[in-house]
Structure formats: structure tokens, C-alpha cells
């Protein structure tokens, strides 16, 4: 369990602040992340790294010489936003290019995704290769599916050497996808963990047995059994990767680089233990094991469980890994220490002007401003809920990612509306906001929906319900295109979808919006309980071949929560 | 908790194969530990570090260019045997002299004096700082009693840097020496860990509360609160260490380093939380904070807790921690990479005839066999309730170490009994089984207390009771002699003092040797029933100003238990 903290939605900040202090000699604060602290030489390619914060030494304990040049750091288990992701490869681009290389989840490809298309809008060349070796998360014949561990390190770090080599961009991203294609890992979990200030664990495992699969924020494993000798996990772990040698390998022969990786609070001893009766496995099994590093690479708090990753090297790749590197937590080899960079200022946030806006639109704009105001009072309302009900689905984060972003939603709303901001204005800056603090696929998913339905309420004269409408439809077409998701894949959609499809028939019927918007409200409540119910069975259910990308969310229920608390104010409002 | 290994009582000669299977680039096995497995250059002063296993990285972690020349790596949370920590000390000496630093524990004393004294003997020069930086562990004018904790990295690193730049042993030892007194530490404990196989933990701290000075093997701390923020910590950790200032510092523009060390289960985004508070405290302080060390350096299995560690530098310990490392888990700065070195193989275990016995020594050494056998056995049937009374009073290893010390000597004892040995030479070989396999100080005791036996049995004729009576009474003096112990230090001396006193004022009453032991036996087990009332008590009202040497300790009640079973046996002989 997690013992220390001040506020818990303050330790993220925290955590990065302190880490920052003990590590100056490599790292520097941007917004958003960190980069190195040392001169990177122009024409570098810069690899950024990034994730949810809580598994260190990933992402921030990676950066520094021979590997990160910056890694987006996001709250706690939740993908950092476009705009954190943004602001830390800005800082590290050294004018040869930004290469992502991050674990594949649903958030992190969102926000990662986004940010490459800023930054490729601005000119800056971006390739990424996310990492998926994970071998229990998909199908082989779905490998792309599959999410990304302990070997992050293999993929980071041929990245990282070819970047330092001069590689170019593409050939970074080539062996980068290479070291991934040959890199795989299975995982086992005695125990979940404990977020700060949470009252109890996000996932268990019962007493005495051993789950498999498991993933590192509790994602459903394949199988569980009582928990085995370490001679018998070893052989557990090493039989599963010996099922899956990458095409074009052949085990006897082979070279490679065992990586047995503790989740937090399987200690390095019982590791030792287990190794031993790896090292004899691969041997018998003709493989070379090079360079094997047994400890943490990869945490999830003080989640008790371990993985093998096998890295199965080639000529090039074996070259590359075999490069000295200098990071907070990660050390290998002889590093010529570079020269500690001047630490350039963080650019001061850009300040924009309020754009012009007549007066219906400024009377508009106090009721968006209140709308967003009722939806941080309705999150607050039901956070821990929400982080109850994903926490059965997925990482458990979404209470917490809804609160910060919406909190932050509300701040922006209020301050834009005070300058004199019109309705469409004032929602920009929520949804800018929202994105920006919340992180996660909820931060960004919430950010698209409120910045196209601010594009239909403009900044001048009085929003018509008809406009209302259509910001909401087109809001849903630009989540189901963001974000990948249909009807039935059990995410916000499934409620977006009735809900846009009511406003829309009701205001095409001549209703008023807040009866129309009440309509709606329904139709998406009913859509979300549905959803909702199917939770708990789901979560237990899920097995081999289902990835973290379109499984039940609890964003569907708060998009219901949200539209009926929003409904209520309509509705008071017309009243009066 | 701990929850994979295969055989509990293997686990720690597991750990040591697993890990040097994992670390050979740095590391070679020999008996008794590591050594580097790189070249040392002839002349060097030998850096050799030891302790118990279960706190890894101490101590073969730390073996390698820049730090330890050689660990000695004793059964988990038991001080490695005089032999052992001799032959580590043989295979890393490079003719300059070795120097011993390990963490001030009773049994990690008596095992690596007893190593020194042979080693010098034998024409090595040998020099000893331990380390004593927890403050907690005893007062201010009685600092040379505090254990050792976090901060032998400090100590250690200095002697190493200073042999690695060519001091010879006494500037090696000056050095280390004022490491260790500019080396201050304190920390706090949220549960404890439990060792392999154990059924439950082997002490704990009540759910929601942290102990303060708490021991890393459970040894009783100062104070109990409720769990504070992480800034409630950092404040506690910083103003303890800066009310012990060591004399000669002004703590105002003073450079330091900060060791945040975590015991196993208490992650670093927890203590990144701390550490972010504990840099802000010593700014204030007017500290400079120099390479800052947040992660683990010692740790405790899974405990929960940490420590802070401030070792204030001065101009040479400033230049000698500022040098290159490179070990399995501690790597700082570049280091050339050295060569590595021939493995030379393992000496082969001397192998010494057996002096010629007459038939009655022969006839003895039967009954000396199966009296220690009866020990071996005596010691298997209690051996739970022996761990269970060593984890009020101690570190909870006497069951297991008692355990294979006396398996050990059974084994000997037998194998030289059926090769024809008399009844010295039987007990001898079965003490010195007992020493080398069991280590922590109840297996240096019983190998003294054994051999000094032996010496009056001889290899010829029919042992008389008054040879018994005053062999144990030798065997009395040179415990006592060895241990430092006292009547009334709740140590084994408490029942061997009654015991050896009523057996040589049975003898001389005229009784036989059964009739005598077993009188001795009876004053035996009084003496231990009221030392073993003591222990909860005792356990609970330790408090600041005690350490562990001269502590209760189940010795007196397996001692009791031993004599016990072998009067049994003695009287059965008698009837028969």
C-alpha cells in the first residue's frame, strides 16, 4: 500500500519536484516533463519517452545520456496530455526531429498521436514506435494490440543509441521497431497496488495465488493459479517466451538479453532466486543470455509481481545496446559526462487576448461558464465512483483525471468569462484546459468534445439550440474519429452516440434546448446504466486477445452524470 | 510479504547462485561470498564488506570497480561465519592489506574480529571500522554502540576510493573512520518483512502508525506516532538530524550528502514526495545538498519504511566520494573498465587426515556423535518456537541458524565418527561445521563453546566426568571471553553459567556424568525459563540508549533445550 503523501492530488506535482531536486545533474523541469539537463549536440534526433507517472524508473528515471533526451510525465497511471507531451518535445527537439516511443495504451497513443500532429503541423519531423511485448495482451495475430512493459527499456535504448549515433529520424524509428518486433515479456502479479490517499487496493489477487497476465495498472491477466516455486515460475516464464521467439529467430543460437523486471514489492532477493534457475533454463535451451539485468525498470508502486523480458539481438541491435548510458536510475558503462546545458528559461506560457464578443454572446457565455462550473460540482460529487467503477475496467484513474480536468475547466471558464469572453471563447479555454491538466484518454476525449461545440457557438449573438445540436454531433464524429471507439466497444461513445442523436431529433422537433437537452440526458442515462451494468462480469471476464483499447469504460456513465446535472441547469434557467 | 523461493533453507545459497549467475561481469563466487571478477591491481588495500543477506543492494550488490574489493554474504539476516568472511578475505587480499567495514551488529562483530585475528596471525594486515550511523540505536556518549545502517554506503565508499588511490591500510582506515563519524542517520518503519518460508511477518507496526528509530531487522525503536505527510516526515527526519550535528560542522553553509533510502516496499514516487521537502528543509538550513541519493541502497526484503542519512563532507571525503563506481547496483560517474580477471579457481577445501583414536575414544566418539545428532534433532523440533521468541528480542534468525549449524555439525560429526575418528576429533569437526554453516553470533558461540569441549576429550582413552565438567567450563570462559556477555545480559551465558557451574559441583560431589548433567541441566532451564519470561516484556520497554549487543536473547532457552535433550540421551546410555 502507499504510506506517504501530502494532498493526493498534489503527488504527481510532487513526486516530479522531488525527483527533479535529487537529479539535477540530469534532468530539467519543463512543463509538462522533463528533459536533460545536459547539452545534447545539434542534429541529435530526441527521444521522448512518457506515460503515466507511478512506475519508476519509467518514464523520468530513463532520461539522460545514451538514453531519453525528455519524458512526458502524467499524473498518476494516466497518459500526460497533447500539451504536456507538446511542451517536452519542443523542449528536447535539437533540430534533427522528435521520435515517440512510449507503452501501447489507449491514452498514451491518443495524446502522443495528437501531439505528432502538432508538432508535424509546425514542421518538426516526427516518427513513432510504441512498444507492445506483452505477450499475454493480444494475440500474436493482433501484436500491435498488445500493450507495453518492462521492455520499454529495449526498445528506448536502441532508440536512444542509434539517436546518440547519428542515426536520422527514420533509421531511428526502423531499429526502434526492430528492438520492439524482437522484444517480448510476460508478466505475473501477487498483489495490486494502492494509489495515494486511496482507501483500498485498485485490484487484488487473492491470497496465496498468482495471477497471469496481469497487467501493471490491474488490467485482467489470462490465467491465475497458487502461487509456484521460484524454480517453477522460472520455468513458467521462460516455457511462455520460448512459445513466442520472434520470426526469423531460432532459440539455439541465440543471443539475447534476459531482463527479470520487479513490479515493487517482489524483492531483488526472491528475483535472485528465480534467475537462477533462468540462467540454467536458457542455457539449456542453446541461448547466449547477454548483459541480464535483474531489478526494477518498470514499477507500478509497491504492485508485487515480475516479468521476463527476452531481447532477442541481432548484429546491429546487439551494437547499439551495447552503449554506455547515465540516467537517474539507469547506468551502464562509461559515459563521457557532457556539459551540464545552460538552463534555458521555461518560454512563459502564452497569453493570448480575449477576442472581441457582443453582448448575447457574453449573456451565453455565463451559462457555458456555469455549465462547466456544475460539471466540476458534479465529478467532485462522484469521484470516488468513478474511480471505483474503473478500477474494475481499467487503471482506476478516471475519478481523479476527471476531477483535475475539470476543476481546471471551470478556472479557465470563470477567468475567460470575468475578461469578457464570449461563448464560444470561454468554452475554448475550458477544453484547453481540460486536456492539458486531466492527461488520460478522458482528458483528451473531453477536450475534442468541448472545442467542437464551442466552434458552433461562436463569439457573437445568442447560441440557438439548433447549434447546440450540432456542436454535439460534431463533437461525437470527432471523438469516434480520435479516438477509435464505436457503439458497443463500451466507452463514452455508446452515451454520446443516444445522446447526440436525441438533442439532435428533439431540437429538429421544435423543442426548446433545455427539454430537448433533458430528452437527451435520458436517452444517454439509459445507455450508460446498460454499459455500466455489464462492468463487473466484463472485468472478470476478460481474457486473452482483449486489449485495454475499447474495453468497458466508465466514461459513458459520466458523460450521463454530466448531461443530467447540465439538463438541470437548463432547465432552471428557463424557468426563471 | 516474501512469497517465492523453493527451499526456505536454500534460499539464501540460491540467492547468491542467481546472482552471480546475473552479475559475472562483476562478480565471482567463492566460499563464503563475492569477490570482483575484475583485476585489482597488486598492492591495493582488499575493501571487504559483509553482513547478513536480505538487504540488498548491501552487500554483494555493492562489489565492483570503485567500491567493495569483496562481500561476505552470510543466511539471511545472519552475520556471515569466521570462515566464511576469511575466505572472502583471502581471495580479494592483493598483498596491500584488507580492511573490514560492515554495519556494528553483535554477530557480524564477533565472526569478523575472529577473522581479523586469523587473518593477522596468518601475516595479513588487517584493519576494522564499523559503521554506527543510526542515531536512534544508542545515545550521543555511547555512539560506538549504534548499529549500522544506510550509511555504510558512505563509509564504504570512502575506504574503497581511498584504496582504489593508493592509501595505504591505516590512511584507508583513518578515512573510513571519519566517514563514519560525519555519517548520520535516522529512520522510520510502516511494517515489517518476512522472511522466506516464515508464516507470518517477522514483526510488525500497527496498521495507520510508523515507528521511529525502528531497526531494519525489527529492533525496537524510539517511538510509535500515526503515519504524518511527506512533508510532516521530511520535517521529522531533518530537525532529528540536525539536533546531532557532528562536532566540528556548522550545519550552516556545511555540504552534504542526502541519503533517502528505501527499505523495500516504500517506492521512490513516495519518497520523491519526502525528498522534495527534506531539499527545501536544508536550503533553509543553509545546506548544500551534494549529489543527492534517493532510491535503495539497503534495503529490508519488503519492509515498508526509510531512512535519511546525512554524511557531511569535507574537503578529502568530498574528493574521495566524487569517484566513478561500477557494480551490480550502484554506478556512478565513468569508470575505465578493468580487465577481467583470471577465474581462478576455488582453492580446493583443505582436506586433513584423521589423528589417529584408541578404541575407547572411539567408543566415546559414538556417544558424542549421537549426542550431537540429538542436538540436530532437539534444535528441528523447535525450531518455530526458537524464530518465533528471536523475533521479540532480535532479528528472528536464531531457529534457522541454529537449524543449520546443527545439521551441519550432525553431518561432521557423523562422517567423522564412521571414518574412525576419537572423541575430539569428532566434536571438533562437528564445531567447526557448526561455525562455518550456521554464522550470526549463535553460531560462533557453539563453535567455541564445542571446541573447548573437545579439547579435553582426547583422542584416546575413556573421557572422565571431571574432563567434561572442565571442558565446559573452558567452553564457559571463552564465550565469555569472545561474546563480552555477562550474567544478567539476557544472552545464552545467563544458562551456561549455572549449567557449567552445577555440573563441576556435581562431578566433584561424586555423581556420574548422567546424573550430573542432568542436575546442570535443571539449573539450566530455570536460568533460561526466567531470561525467556523476560523477552515480551523486554521486547516492548526497549528503548533508546540499548543496542543489540548484551540484549535478551533465546540463546538461553535453546541452550537449555540442547543439554536438556542430551542428558536425556546420557541417562538412557547410563541404563542401558
Not at 147 to 168: H, K, N, Q, S
Not at 193 to 222: D, K, N, Q, S
Not at 557 to 571: E, F, K, R
Request: contains cysteine; negative net charge.
Amino acid at each position: 500500500m502507499t504510506r506517504i503523501w501530502n494532498d493526493p492530488a498534489e503527488f504527481a506535482d510532487e513526486m516530479i519536484a522531488g525527483f527533479v531536486a535529487a537529479n539535477e545533474r540530469y534532468v530539467r523541469r519543463v512543463s509538462g516533463g522533463v528533459v536533460r539537463s545536459t547539452v545534447v549536440p545539434t542534429g541529435q534526433v530526441a527521444v521522448v519517452v512518457g506515460g503515466g507517472s507511478g512506475h519508476y524508473p519509467a518514464f523520468g528515471g530513463l532520461v539522460g545520456q545514451g538514453l531519453a533526451h525528455g519524458a512526458a510525465m502524467g499524473n498518476l497511471f494516466a497518459s500526460p496530455s497533447t500539451q504536456q507531451i507538446l511542451s517536452v518535445a519542443k523542449a528536447a527537439d535539437a533540430g534533427a526531429g522528435v521520435f515517440f516511443t512510449y507503452g501501447n495504451y489507449a491514452g498514451d497513443v491518443l495524446n502522443f498521436d495528437a501531439a505528432q500532429d502538432r508538432l508535424r503541423a509546425a514542421g518538426v519531423a516526427c516518427e513513432t514506435v510504441t512498444v507492445t511485448d506483452d505477450i499475454f495482451s493480444a494475440r500474436p495475430d493482433e501484436k500491435q494490440k498488445r500493450r507495453g512493459i518492462a521492455g520499454d527499456l529495449t526498445v528506448f535504448r536502441v532508440a536512444a543509441a542509434a539517436a546518440e549515433a547519428g542515426y536520422p529520424l527514420t533509421e531511428v524509428a526502423r531499429v526502434a521497431a526492430l528492438a520492439n518486433e524482437r522484444t517480448r515479456s510476460i508478466g505475473v502479479a501477487f498483489s495490486g497496488c494502492t494509489l495515494p490517499g486511496a482507501p483500498e487496493p485498485l485490484f487484488t489477487v487473492p491470497e496465496g495465488r498468482m495471477a497471469i497476465g496481469l497487467g501493471i495498472h490491474g488490467e485482467p491477466g489470462v490465467d491465475e493459479t497458487d502461487i509456484p516455486t521460484a524454480d517453477g515460475l522460472a520455468e513458467l516464464l521462460v516455457s511462455r517466451l520460448l512459445d513466442e521467439v520472434p520470426d526469423g529467430v531460432s532459440a539455439d543460437g541465440a543471443r539475447a538479453v534476459p531482463i527479470l523486471n520487479g513490479l515493487g514489492s517482489l524483492k531483488y532477493e526472491e528475483m535472485f532466486v528465480v534467475y537462477r534457475r533462468i540462467a540454467e533454463l536458457l542455457a539449456d535451451a542453446g541461448i547466449q543470455a547477454v548483459d541480464p539485468h535483474v531489478g526494477e525498470y518498470c514499477t507500478s508502486f509497491d504492485m508485487a509481481g515480475t516479468s521476463l523480458t527476452l531481447f532477442w539481438l541481432d548484429d546491429e541491435l546487439e551494437r547499439l545496446w551495447d552503449t554506455p548510458v547515465d540516467t537517474p536510475a539507469y547506468r551502464r558503462g562509461s559515459v563521457t559526462t557532457a556539459a551540464r546545458a545552460d538552463a534555458a528559461a521555461d518560454e512563459p506560457a502564452e497569453v493570448t487576448a480575449i477576442p472581441p464578443a457582443d453582448d448575447e454572446s457574453c449573456a451565453a457565455a455565463t451559462i457555458v461558464a456555469d455549465a462547466v462550473a456544475t460539471i466540476a460540482a458534479t465529478v467532485d460529487e462522484h469521484v470516488d465512483e468513478l474511480g471505483r467503477m474503473d478500477s474494475i475496467a481499467g487503471d482506476g484513474d478516471h475519478g481523479i483525471g476527471m476531477q483535475r480536468g475539470s476543476h481546471a475547466a471551470r478556472d479557465a471558464a470563470l477567468t475567460a468569462r470575468d475578461a469578457g469572453a464570449g461563448a464560444e471563447t470561454v468554452l475554448v479555454r475550458a477544453a484547453d484546459a481540460w486536456a492539458d491538466k486531466a492527461g488520460g484518454t478522458s482528458g483528451a476525449l473531453w477536450g475534442v468534445i468541448l472545442t467542437s461545440l464551442a466552434g458552433k457557438l461562436g463569439d457573437s449573438g445568442t447560441p440557438q439550440p439548433a447549434d447546440v445540436a450540432s456542436g454535439v454531433a460534431a463533437g461525437l464524429a470527432a471523438v469516434m474519429a480520435y479516438g477509435k471507439a464505436e457503439v458497443g466497444d463500451k466507452t463514452m461513445v455508446d452515451a454520446l452516440v443516444p445522446f447526440s442523436g436525441e438533442l439532435t431529433r428533439s431540437v429538429d422537433a421544435g423543442a426548446d434546448l433545455a427539454d430537448a437537452w433533458s430528452a437527451a440526458a435520458d436517452a444517454a442515462t439509459r445507455a450508460a446504466a446498460s454499459t455500466a451494468d455489464l462492468l463487473p462480469r466484463l472485468g472478470r471476464a476478460r481474457t486473452h486477445g482483449q486489449n485495454s483499447v475499447g474495453t468497458p469504460d466508465p466514461g459513458a456513465h459520466s458523460l450521463a452524470l454530466i448531461v443530467t446535472a447540465v439538463g438541470a441547469l437548463l432547465d432552471g434557467n428557463e424557468r426563471n
